[in-house]
């Protein structure tokens, strides 16, 4: 099949991939990694699959050898459809009308794996006869609820090294993910003591203790947030993810301003997400907890975060870690952001925007493997998890025309 065969068959390849189902959880992707598999077989290319947890394969195929090592990647898994009967089409059905290709994934993210199923079929028989490098395809597994037995193995175990990554997770074709901020949920636990609720002079209320550590933290928070200061190469970075979100939001964000992105973006995010104390209304609680999710920008570290709060706290109300990543970004000046953005200007003849998502990917990975990696695929973030997910045509091809140029380029190909 020649390669214009395989670009007009994309929304095909999207929407089968949209039939074969891997929720996660419990994200098993043994049916969609068979096609994977079977499809590049087809297509004249070897892959293996890699299993670090039962029934959650990884899909890894490489062409070419020797330097420069580009990688390709994409998650398997897709979040649970909800409420099936909100959906216009059934979530897997893969129905493609007017110029899209419906379905839960196709947005995040069968829509950005079948492009580099395509793209990587189409180059590996240029890569290999030119001894330009290596190309890695991975299709992972694992992505939804931590990345730990797709990505993170696959690069502990040496699987998924090279010079520079890039995961089509959704940017949209005209944006390019530099970096993502970092996660830092804690508990705060307040301790009192015990007695009658109509005596409550002696007891200690730990409620009453929580609201005050809860008002505390925030103001912890709110004091260090003025002190951080980003990165100056990602200044502009955090300007156009505050404009992209800004405008993701559309009408229902009428009465937020461009410069309350910049601040959540720019900043430590603040969110009491779960609290819990007390047992009975006639008695002082002599324990409450709050669960605290806060999201983190390059330049600070959770474990920052997490001293502040002991310090301000203490006393009141103790901080237990819950779970904490990184900040992480690749820098717009490395090769593979240059090319990422002269591909799309050059293309798509239009000025595209480096981002930093408010989300982890699994790119935190491999740049914590010190592998440059830009994330740049088909779809819509404010699409990802959303009833009638879909994904344009047209997104796909312009992600695909690309990602062709980026690879040629990044191989000095020429063409
Ligand atoms: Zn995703």
Redesign the pocket.
Known sequence: MGSGGLRSGLPELVSKLIQIPSVNPPGFTVNVAGFIKDWLSTHGLSSSIYEYSKDKPNVIAKVGKGKPVLILNG?MDVVPPGDESRWTYPPFSGKIVEGRVFGRGST??KGGLAVIMVVFAELAPIIEEAGAGTLIFSATAD??VGGHTGVEALVKDGVLVGDAAIIT?PSGSTRYYVGEKGLCQVRIVARGKPAHGSLPILGDNAIMRLMKAIERAQEVIDGFNKSISIPSELIDAIRNSAEAYLEAVGASGAKLSLSDFEKVVGTISFNPGVIRGGSKVNMVPDYAELELDMRIPPGVSPSQVIDKLRSGLNGLADVEVMDVSDPNYTSPSERIAQLVHEGIERVLKIVPKPIIVTGA?DGRYLRARGIPTIVYGPGELAL?HAYDEYVTIEDLFRVHDVLTYVIRRFFNLGG
């Open positions: 998650h995040d993210m992505e939804e997770e990917t990802a």
